[in-house]
Every structure is written in C-alpha cells, then in structure tokens.
C-alpha cells in the first residue's frame, strides 16, 4: 500500500499543478463572494432643478442612514442611461417633498428600495409636519431624537433556547461551501488515477505483483483523502489567520466533519470511476454533475431561500449539503458533536454504498 | 513447465479464444504469431492470470494458474503491449516502483534497477522523466520493468510494435539475452515474423481465435515443402494475368505485389513456360522472374488467406 502510495505522492510533487489550482480557487472565490456580500448596493440619486444642494444633502444624508444601500447624486442624464441600459435596477428622482422611482425592470431590489425610501420619506414629512405645529422646529426634531434613544417600549429577541440570536455569518458559509465543492474536484482528479492506471497497464502490473488489490485500493483512495483534507485545512487555516474567520474555536469538530466529508467523497468519486471505462468519461462525468451540488444544496444564498420540497428532497442525497449542515451548525450555532450526528451518519451512509458498488461495479467490469 | 489445456474465452456471446492448447519447455523461447485480432493478447492475459477462461486451464508445472493464480504471478514477468508506466516519474523512479511492489528493497533494488537498465541500454538516462522519452525507450523501460525480479517466464505482447529500428535490434538483443544467457524461458507475441524466425525455437501461429499451426521453423516450413513461390516482375499491373494464372493447375496462389505478382506454385517442371506463354498471349511483358523456397511469411499466407499485417 505504502509503494502505491509513494507513486502518487511522487506524481503529485511533479506537478503540483492542480492541487495549486483549486487551492487558490478556494481562496480567491470565497474573497470574492464575501466582497460582494459586505458591498453596499449603489444608487443613482438626482433632483429636480428646483431643488437646492443644501436639500440634495440633506435628502442624501438621511437615505444613507441605511446598511443596505449606498445613495450617490449623479447627473439625470447618466442616472437614466444606467437603468435603461440594465446597470443598474433602480434611480431616484427628488423634488422637495416627493420622490420618484426610474426602474427599467421589476426586481426584488426595485421593491425593496422603494420602501426604504418611502419609510425615509414618510418618517421626515412626519417630523416637518408635526414640527410646523411645535412652534420650535429644531427643539421639537431634538426631543424626537431623544425620546427614540429612550423609547417607551422596548423589543427584546431570544433564541429558542433563551441565548441571544446568533447572526448569521454568510461568509463563512460561502467560506465552507466554495472549499467543500472545489475540493471534489481535487479528490476526483486524484481518484482517476485508478482508471488512469487501468488503462495504462500500470494497474495489471500490480495484480500481477505480490501487492494485493485492497493494499493497491488504499493507496489510492488513502492518498485522494489526504490530499483533499490538507487542502481544506489549508484553505481554513488562510482564512483564520489571514482574512480574521473565526474557525479555531471548534477547529477540532470541524476537522472530524471534513474528514468524514472527505471519506464520502473518496467514496462518490470511487462510484464515479466504476459507473464509467476511461479517465475521459470519468472527467465529463464529474464536471456534469458537481457544480449542481451546491446550487441544490442551496451553497451560495442564505439558509431558507430554497423551499421547493422537491429540490430539498434531492439535494439530501448530496454529501456536500450534509457537510454544510454540520459545519455552520458547530462553527456558527456552537452545535455539538451529538447535536450534528445525524448529518455525520448521513455521510457516512452514503460514503459506505458508494464505495461499496464502486468498487463493485470496477472489479466487476474486468472479468 | 507451462502448458494451456483447450483455452477459450468468450466475451459477451462472441468467442476470443477458441481451443487453444500450448506449451512451454524451461528455457524454451515460443513464438505466437497471428494478425491484429486474432487472440494474442487474451491468450497471454489467461495464461498469466488477469483473466478467467470461459474453460479451459492453465498450468504451471502441473498446478493449475486458474485455481492458484498466485504460484505462476511469483515466477512471471508480463511485458504488457501498452506502455505500462508512470508518465510522469523517471525511469529510475518508476523501476524503483515496480521493484519495491515485488518487495525488492536496498541496495538489491538498487542493483536490480542497475542491471535492467544495462540490459536494455537506458542506464544514462535513467534520470529522465518517461513523458520525455521516444516510443523505442518507452519501450526498453516496459521490459525492464518486468525483469526486476528475475522472472523464470518472461511473456512479451507485441513489444517492438511502433518502434524505431535502433530500439527494436536493443529489444530483440535484450530476448536474446534473455534467453540464451540467462535461461529465461520465453512466450513472444508478435505479427513480425522475422522477429519470431530470429528469436523463437518454436512458434504457434494464431487466427480468429485458434491455432492453425505449430512446431519449429522447419516444421511449418514444410507445411509449404511441395511448393515453390514465383516472384514476378511485371512492366505494368494486369488483372488480366491474374486470372489466367489462377486457371492454372499448379497454381496454388497468386497475390499482387507492388511490382508485379507472387504466385505459390506446386513443384513441376514447365511452370516457368506456362506463365511466360500466358504473359505472352496478354502482352504483359515480364521483366524478371526469381524462384525461391517459401518462407514463414508464405506459410502464414497459405494457412490463413491473408498477410500477418492486414
């Protein structure tokens, strides 16, 4: 098993090209996808000639008191342009006391901006409103700002449980998920170089040899798993202590969640190489069918988006959701092993039959 | 040493190998010829056990290799007909694998690998990866391979196909080396039938699955001792002439050759006469005429209908 092993960490050292790859995949798809989750949506904002910079600013200030959206004055002309030509979804037109929305598209985005700017819009004719009846406009705004800072009623939210209310982290999901799926790829490059060897000869030479076949199996399969689990604790690692995740506090149980990802893995890909003949058909095979994986498993848009029972219901036979399940269930709800044993066992399941008729459909296959 | 009893092998209803009994002396080097197809490889991949016989057995000194494939795998070296090797290592790196998967370890792994690679004549190389190698060095190092382990029966599947001619006199001087030296018996696949009229005391010739004929050089030879092979050259092709030598009597057989025809003919006096006197009467004019005893390549010829390389 060792000599079968050596020979691919001998390969490997020889071009370490594709284990470099989805290493800086991993890296740079996750920085990616966090930049564009942390980045404020631009919008377009101009007025009425009317309308004075003193009220433009003011107006500004006021929509920008928003973690959603960053409002810009721009000229109307180019504001336009944008939203006819699909850059952007939505523009503001502002008069004094009114506003207008220039959308070219219906979008959730459209919906969701009107209402922040008609919530900002409603609450500050409220106020100037109520103020022309103050007498002191500026006394009257002082003592709304302070009496919201010590409101009347209080609202105060639990967890289930009684802690408090853990926020979601979406870049550590998109941290796990983009690390699990690119990492498949690596495993199954790795796992071809059984086919590979088969279609050589390399692989009847080592029948022929004292080695058996479990002992050639395992330095395959073996060496597949290290690869793969090394490049996910490189990956974290990255992540730790170069971008500030916070990963260490259950390093420990979330090793043990990839290493069993890894095996089921190993263990698909294995299914994979038995299903078919040539290390071509394995490599169509792989890319055909991993990148639906996360999109089912619902990997790239928060927890709930995906509610057809269907697509839920398919996404279970994949190992890649289980592992998700487990690992933002430890790293962001400070689950327990016992708590996510179900999705262990579920990969673990699925790791044993896919091993199992792998492995049976190859040695099946050659006589 | 090494014998099959009545092979065969079917593959989903089409049948492979049919009836093909063989044998082995210690020491022997055996040819089995036959074209593209004809059941070379799946008989070599029986006899050293990578695949079951539909029936049939092999055996080893009297033991059947089909029950206990383990006895002949500890005395076989298996020179597989593809390039069976790491394209990514070394030479020496990939012997080293092959050495240590027969549990060779040190410096007699170190000596073997040496010694092989002496043997078929890449030893300064042995540093280069096999990706930068020529298809004859792929194929030295394929052999090499085989032998770390010094191997009593040595079974070779078509090792010089797609060489360079420098590679090929390497490979067939390292079987002869084998062989004669070494005392290395020998099972040599090939559809050159030089190569198994320099290398082989005896040899099996194969087609459509079976064996057709066997015995030593001056036995298959006589299979053809009452004929005689007419080369003739011709000014220009004549189909013509094909025909009326086919109506002939003695006629046994005649094949266009890029320069006119061979014809088989049975020994007789007057033969040179007829044919002439046909040219004649087509007006095909006959350059040269060369009579000679027929070889191996004609017995294949005669027995199968077609050429080793068609």
Redesign the interface.
């Known amino acids: 098993m060792f ?2 092993f ?2 691919q960490w ?2 490997e050292r ?2 370490p090209f594709m284990l470099i790859i989805f290493l800086s995949l991993s890296i740079v798809g996750t920085v990616l996808m966090s930049m564009t989750t942390n980045n404020k949506m631009l919008i377009d904002v101009f007025g009425v000639p009317e309308l004075t910079t003193a009220e433009e600013t003011a107006w500004i200030q006021l929509l920008n008191q928003s973690e959603a959206y960053q409002f810009k004055m721009r000229a109307e002309q180019p504001s336009r342009d944008a939203v006819r030509e699909g850059r952007a979804d939505v523009a503001i037109k502002l008069s004094e006391n009114n506003y207008k929305i220039i959308s070219a598209i219906e979008s959730p985005n459209v919906v969701l901006v009107e209402q922040h700017v008609f919530h900002v819009f409603a609450k500050e004719m409220q106020i100037r409103e109520a103020s022309t009846h103050s007498g002191d406009e500026n006394q009257f705004r002082a003592d709304v700002e302070h009496n919201l800072q010590r409101p009347a009623l209080t609202l105060q939210t639990q967890a289930w449980d009684g802690n408090p209310i853990v926020k979601y982290d979406i870049n550590l999901q998109f941290l796990f998920g983009l690390t699990l799926f690119l990492v498949i790829y690596t495993i199954g490059f790795k796992v071809t170089g059984v086919l590979m060897e088969k279609t ?3 692989w ?8 058996r076949k479990t002992e050639m199996y395992l330095g395959h399969l073996i060496y597949s798993f290290l690869i793969g689990f090394i490049q996910i604790i490189i990956v974290f690692l990255i992540f730790h202590y170069g971008f500030g995740y916070q990963l260490m506090e259950h390093f420990d149980m979330i090793l043990v969640i990839c290493a069993t990802y890894m095996f089921t893995m190993v263990a698909f890909a294995m299914l994979l190489a038995g299903v078919m003949r040539t290390p071509e058909q394995f490599s169509s095979l792989l890319s055909a069918t991993v990148p639906i994986m996360p999109m089912l498993g619902g990997i790239y848009v928060p927890p709930g988006t995906i509610t057809n029972k269907f697509i839920l219901g398919i996404s279970e036979l994949f190992p890649l959701t289980h592992a998700m399940k487990a690992l933002t269930g430890v790293a962001m709800f400070n689950e327990s092993l016992t708590d996510v044993a179900m999705p262990i066992a579920k990969l673990l399941f699925i790791g044993v039959i896919c091993m199992g008729v792998g492995i049976n459909l190859m040695e099946r296959r050659k ?1 | 040493m090494l014998e099959t009893i009545e092979l065969r092998k079917v593959f989903k209803g089409k049948t492979a190998v049919e009836e093909v009994s063989l044998y082995l002396e210690k020491g022997e080097s055996v040819g089995l010829l036959g074209p593209n197809g004809a059941g070379k490889s799946t008989t070599i991949s029986m006899i050293s056990s990578l695949l079951l016989p539909t029936s049939g057995d092999v055996r080893l000194n009297g033991k059947s290799v089909v029950k206990n494939p383990q006895d002949i795998r500890k005395v076989l070296g298996v020179v597989p007909q593809e390039i069976a090797l790491y394209n990514e290592l070394s030479a020496y790196e990939n012997l080293k694998f092959f050495g240590r998967i027969y549990k060779l370890k040190g410096n007699h792994l170190e000596s073997k690998i040496q010694e092989v690679l002496e043997m078929v004549g890449l030893r300064e190389r042995q540093k280069e990866l096999i990706k930068a190698f020529s298809g004859g060095m792929k194929r030295r190092i394929n052999i090499a391979a085989a032998l770390l382990h010094d191997p009593q029966i040595v079974i070779m599947d078509e090792p010089t196909v797609g060489i360079d001619p420098q590679s090929r006199n390497h490979i067939l001087e390292t079987v002869r080396l084998l062989n004669r030296e070494k005392g290395t018996t020998v099972l040599y696949t090939s559809h050159y039938m030089e190569e198994v009229e320099q290398l082989c005391n005896r040899m099996y010739i194969m087609d459509h699955g079976q064996i057709i004929a066997s015995g030593t050089q001056d036995e298959l030879r006589r299979i053809l001792s009452g004929e005689d092979t007419l080369l003739i050259q011709l000014n220009e092709p004549s189909p013509e002439l094909v025909q009326e030598l086919l109506v002939l009597d003695p006629v046994r057989q005649v094949e266009e050759t890029e320069s006119g025809l061979k014809l088989i003919v049975t020994k007789q006096s007057g033969i040179l006469a007829h044919v002439v006197q046909v040219a004649e009467r087509l007006s095909v004019q006959i350059v040269n005429i060369n009579v000679y005893t027929p070889s191996l390549e004609d017995v294949f010829l005669q027995l199968t209908g077609r050429k080793l390389r068609d």
């Open positions: 000599t079968v050596w020979a001998r390969k020889r071009s050589t000869g390399v009847n030479r080592v029948i022929l040899s004292p080695v006589a």
